[in-house]
């Protein structure tokens, strides 16, 4: 059975992408994994592109969120100098 559709949700997610093309299938497969109270937690959240939250691993989180229809995101935790964590919660 596809993991996806077996009922598995997470708890705590930990993305550690370093580049917008590599996080974005990542955020879109999480998608699946949702429930309210999921953290994701993003290690290079504010890693390079000088802070401009529209690019790098920041900008395809920020686009998956405003883009997604059932979650919204909270934010959490600063981690660290560059980590961020979100929490998930049903629109």
Not at 20 to 35: C, G, I, M
Not at 67 to 89: C, D, H, M, P, R
């Amino acid at each position: 059975m596809e993991l996806s559709r077996s009922g598995v949700r997470s708890a705590l997610v930990c993305v550690d992408c370093d580049l917008y093309e590599s996080a974005v299938p990542v955020f879109k497969f999480l998608d699946a994994f949702l429930q309210e109270g999921s953290v994701i937690y993003i290690d290079d959240f504010f890693t390079g592109y000088k802070g401009d939250p529209r690019r790098g691993v920041a900008g395809a989180f920020l686009e998956f969120a405003a883009q997604n229809v059932n979650w919204g995101f909270s934010e959490y935790l600063t981690v660290g100098a560059f980590g961020k964590s979100f929490i998930s919660y049903r629109r």
